[in-house]
């Protein structure tokens, strides 16, 4: 599939729409992927992760996946007895990480009344080594040297402002430089542990550096976690907990360094522009490595022997840019 088009006078950007009901990290991926793609894009993915696309203006506008009877693309009930293709509207294009079996696929590029449609893996098969990008820039007849071309999201101000306002009630004053630490993941196994991530921020808050420190816990680590281990943060670090898509992007856009698991808060730290240090065990940080101006990955087949001393080192030499493995 060809999405981009000769540019000249006459010319006009085509419709794409594009559907990707994955998590925080996939989709942010999945919005390098348009921002590359010359279309006016349409985005369906869920709630939050929708309307953090649009604001940032990765995509032209967005629509919750949540909010829609996505169940229609799996139905035998004519088009015309279905709510979802009004709400889709009409598109030129389909660009899709969603869909079952090649029927239901073919259904909801009907809907949407596209002529050219792309269905793209979630996750790279066989033995294919590159970065997901560049697996979805090849499959879409685009030059994978396109990934090149990444660069930081814009955040608006409106969201660095809410940001400030939160980060004051945590503890850190707009003047102060600080490191952003997010110490979870959606998996236990992707995690490096607290006691190293809680052992390096007082490391870089001695002198010489006493560079101030964040710790950003989500909903999953609310969950997860025993009131005791936040305790253990909240005693000593300020903490920012379960913000907003919007207030997050804010806060790892004026961070000066992130560090963190793979996890789709590391992937939106590298796209906020933050020079990101990104810990990989189990995961494949070759497929899925957060993209971004400054980010360089620790790896190690078990997370626990990745030491302090690496990632002290990759935090002390911000904001240049470096590889590990």
């Known amino acids: 599939m060809q999405v981009a088009m000769a540019r000249g006078a006459a010319s006009r950007k085509p419709s794409v729409l594009a559907v990707h009901s994955g998590a925080l990290g996939d989709v942010i991926l999945f919005g390098h992927l348009l921002r590359l793609v010359d279309a006016e894009v349409t985005l369906v993915a869920a709630g939050e992760k929708s309307r953090l696309l649009a604001g940032a203006g990765v995509v032209a506008e967005a629509l919750d996946f949540d909010a829609l009877p996505m169940h229609e693309v799996f139905s035998d009930a004519p088009l015309d007895q279905c709510a979802l293709p ?41 033995n294919f080594r590159g970065h997901l990008l560049e697996l979805w820039l090849d499959l879409l007849g685009l030059p994978t040297e396109l990934i090149a071309r990444v660069r930081p999201w814009n955040v608006p101000r409106p969201w660095r402002r809410m940001a400030a306002a939160e980060l004051r009630k945590a503890g850190i004053s707009p003047q102060e430089s600080y490191l952003a630490i997010h110490p979870g993941s959606g998996s236990v196994q992707k995690c490096w542990p607290l006691e190293r991530f809680i052992e390096t921020a007082g490391r870089l808050g001695e002198a010489p550096r006493r560079l101030a420190v964040l710790f950003v816990l989500g909903p999953v680590e609310m969950d997860r976690w025993q009131p005791s281990a936040t305790k253990r943060l909240t005693a000593r670090f300020p903490v920012l907990v379960s ?26 730290a590298a796209a906020a522009g933050a020079a990101t240090t990104v810990l990989f065990g189990p995961s494949r940080r070759k497929h899925f490595a957060p993209l971004g101006r400054a980010v360089r990955t620790i790896v190690a087949e078990e997370l626990g022997r990745i030491s302090v001393e690496e990632v002290l080192a990759a935090a002390g030499s911000l904001p240049e840019v470096q590889e590990y493995s």
């Open 243 to 268: 913000p907003g898509l919007e207030v997050l992007a804010g806060a790892l856009a004026s961070a000066e360094a992130y560090l963190g698991n793979d996890s789709g808060v590391s992937h939106l």
């Open 86 to 126: 009004a709400l889709l509207g009409t598109h030129e294009k389909l660009v899709s990480c969603f869909g079952g079996d090649r029927s239901s696929a073919l259904r909801m590029a009907a809907m949407c009344g596209a002529t050219d449609a792309m269905f793209l893996p979630v996750r790279p098969s066989g």
